[in-house]
Nanobody, 127 residues
Framework: QVQLVESGGGLVQAGGSLRLSCEASGLMSSTVNMGWFRQAPGKERTFVAAITRYSVSRYYADSVKGRFTISRDNAKNTVYLQMNSLKPDDTAVYHC????????????????????WGQGTQVTVSS
């Protein structure tokens, strides 16, 4: 049974940093594509970042480029999202997800490409 468990969220002031973790069980995270998405209150879930299997490529939403970094620790079967220079607009519930395959029809930024999802962790950035 696949489980993804996020942690590391919290309340931080604008300009601060947080590191989110997504620990996977039931799969080897290094062999699948992993993504982070976020959902703010009253808004749709949106893509944040993705790392392809074996860490070949990394992708970011324009809104977080230069501020967020996605990485993985294969020994811990964990994917991270380092978030720096946080802004109030980054306030959301952050979810990690895994995808076996990414295609042109289901690219890394499409939530429908991902099979397994974590419950999410709340990130609140105060101004």
């Amino acid at each position: 049974q696949v489980q993804l468990v996020e942690s590391g969220g919290g309340l931080v002031q604008a300009g601060g940093s947080l590191r989110l973790s997504c620990e996977a069980s039931g799969l080897m995270s290094s062999t699948v594509n992993m993504g982070w998405f976020r959902q703010a209150p009253g808004k749709e879930r949106t893509f944040v970042a993705a790392i392809t299997r074996y860490s070949v490529s990394r992708y970011y939403a324009d809104s977080v480029k230069g501020r967020f970094t996605i990485s993985r620790d294969n020994a811990k079967n964990t994917v991270y999202l380092q978030m720096n220079s946080l802004k109030p607009d980054d306030t959301a519930v952050y979810h990690c997800a895994s995808a076996s395959d990414l295609t042109s029809r289901r690219p890394y930024s499409d939530s429908a490409a991902y099979t397994y999802w974590g419950q999410g962790t709340q990130v609140t950035v105060s101004s």
